[in-house]
């Protein structure tokens, strides 16, 4: 295991998964993933969450190394996702004297996970109940939908350590060097998107706490530049663009509305865009395309009719979009059919269904192959895009 330290006195006792090709069995993991646990060693122990089962055997490894013998009296369940609960019963039977801390919506779902009765053991805590562990202190707050119902994340008041649970979590594995935005951006979108009015609550719970560092159940500890990491969370929990830029989607069948959309990328780069990323929806990781989507405040839609509608990659990316409450963007639509093109109005239509989405009143139709007229009409729309 990586030395990664915490406190003297509250030790990292997770691990890396770096076989694990996709999370949740849809988002690829290039750089793996850290399932996070910690051990708070004091008058009594407490292990904060546990680990996937796929890394059962380093975890309690870890865990044993940093008890030196003690036992535990507490295990606090932040989060029943699999990810991170799944060694819970594991634990119990390990340690039959110890309790299992969590909220009322907590322990239904243990039973749904596991054959295991903790009548006798269970400490159920609601909002601001503390618990006293000798030096240590937790404080529980409640944050329901962020991103399951059960979530609950603590506060160590000596120390004062945010216990954050799926919070300012990351993909990537922590011996992994790489820009901490990009993949927290990436998980928060994807995972937690469809939840900003519940981390909005959650933010402003977490802004009465003087907090000096953040563990979260995934990546890196934060220890410095809190504002940064906090701020990005504000930005990205109330919708607003990151950046101002343009995304340009699109789905091609034989390439010729690939062409289309290079192009209208360097128009939108001649006439002044600040940012302009493309991705190919047929081919390039789907949760980048919907990261990308919430990260820039303009995005152009290129697709092809298939079927009488949406060429089917362009069709799944836009509901990815709905479900994870796509809101206040500008958009620009892009369609090519050999006959009778609908894929724009389809588009219009699923849009039409988000939040606070602007369409532009210009639409290109290209018609099988692109022209000097449809380069024209692309000129156009970009100055439509790029005014609004």
């Known amino acids: 295991m990586k030395d990664i330290t915490i406190t003297d006195t509250i030790i990292y006792i997770g691990a890396d998964d770096k076989d694990l090709d996709i999370f949740e069995s849809q988002y690829i993991i290039p750089n793996g993933v850290s399932y996070n646990s910690y051990v708070i060693l004091d008058e ?26 003690r036992t535990v009296d507490y295990l606090i369940v932040s989060h029943m996702e699999p990810d991170h609960a799944a060694n819970i019963q594991v634990l119990a039977e390990k340690y039959p004297e110890m309790k299992v801390v969590g909220n009322a919506k907590t322990f239904p779902m243990i039973q749904q996970f596991f ?42 008041k000596t120390e004062k350590i945010l216990f954050s649970a799926d919070g300012f979590g990351k993909f990537g ?28 609550a959650l933010l402003k719970k977490a802004a009465g706490l003087d907090i000096a560092m953040i563990c979260p159940l995934h990546g890196p500890i934060l220890k410095e530049n809190l504002e940064y990491y906090i701020g990005k969370y504000d930005v990205w929990s109330s919708y607003r663009p990151e950046d101002e830029g343009v995304l340009v989607a699109y789905a091609s069948i034989h390439g010729n509305t690939k062409k289309a959309a290079i192009k209208m990328k360097e128009i939108l780069e001649a006439k002044g865009a600040k940012k302009v990323a493309i991705t190919d929806l047929s081919r ?14 303009k995005m152009v839609l290129a697709a092809a009719t298939y079927d009488g509608g949406i060429f089917p990659c362009m069709d799944d990316f836009l509901h990815h979009l709905k479900s994870k409450n796509f809101q206040k963007r500008t958009v620009a639509l892009m369609e090519n059919g050999s006959w009778a093109p609908v894929a724009a109005k389809n588009m219009r239509e699923l849009l039409e269904q988000m939040k606070e989405i602007s369409v532009c009143d210009k639409t290109v139709s290209i018609r099988s192959a692109m022209k000097e007229a449809d380069i024209v009409e692309m000129e156009a729309l970009a100055e439509e895009l790029l005014a609004k």
């Open 44 to 69: 009594k122990v407490a292990v904060m969450d546990t680990v996937d089962a796929r890394r059962r055997e380093e975890w309690l490894k870890n865990l044993e190394q940093a008890l030196a013998g």
């Open 115 to 156: 054959e295991i009765d903790l009548s006798e053991r269970s400490v159920v805590v609601k909002e601001g109940d503390t618990l006293n562990l000798g030096s240590h202190e937790l404080t529980f707050v409640m944050a329901p939908m962020v991103h399951w119902p059960e979530v609950m994340v603590s506060y160590e």
């Open 173 to 200: 594995a922590l011996d992994t060097e790489e820009d901490w935005a990009c993949e927290a951006r990436r998980y928060y979108f994807n995972i937690v998107g469809k939840y900003g009015a519940q981390v909005q």
């Open 284 to 297: 390039d990781d789907m949760a980048e395309a919907v990261e990308d989507a919430f990260r820039y405040d």
